[in-house]
């Protein structure tokens, strides 16, 4: 069965930092573009931040760039994304997700370019 499996979520508080995992398995994904998505209560998911197959060109959303750092560890089949300075506005439920295509270099927006979801995990930062 092919799965990304999302975790490192949690409470803290305004200003500090969690790292969210996202685990391969059932087959490899080194091979996909790969990002981080993101839901909060009442909104759509939205782009958080990606990272492509080919070439390891990144790509963030406003709010997360300058806060947030996305990598990828093909060796084991990991993508983690990091998360600094957490504002309460952060608060959503983060799904990492697989590019539906292989061998691309380009970093979707649009969930619909991604085929692959994990569970998602729960980040909550209080004030």
């Known amino acids: 069965q092919v799965q990304l499996q999302a975790s490192g979520g949690g409470l803290v508080q305004a200003g500090g930092s969690l790292r969210l995992s996202c685990a391969a398995s059932?087959?490899?994904?080194?091979?996909?573009?790969l990002a981080w998505f993101r839901q909060a209560p009442g909104k759509e998911r939205e782009f958080v931040a990606g990272?492509?197959?080919?070439?390891?060109?990144?790509n963030y959303t406003d709010s997360a760039k300058d806060r947030f750092t996305i990598s990828r560890d093909n060796a084991r089949d990991m993508l983690y994304l990091q998360m600094n300075n957490l504002e309460p506005e952060d608060t959503a439920v983060y799904y990492c997700?697989?590019?539906?295509?292989?061998?691309?270099?380009?970093?979707?927006?649009?969930?619909?370019?991604?085929?692959?979801w994990g569970q998602g995990t729960q980040v909550t930062v209080s004030s």
């Open positions: 997700a697989g590019d539906r295509y292989l061998f691309r270099a380009d970093v979707p927006f649009t969930p619909v370019r991604y085929g692959y």
């Open positions: 059932g087959r490899t994904f080194n091979n996909n573009g």
């Open positions: 990272i492509s197959a080919i070439g390891g060109n990144v």
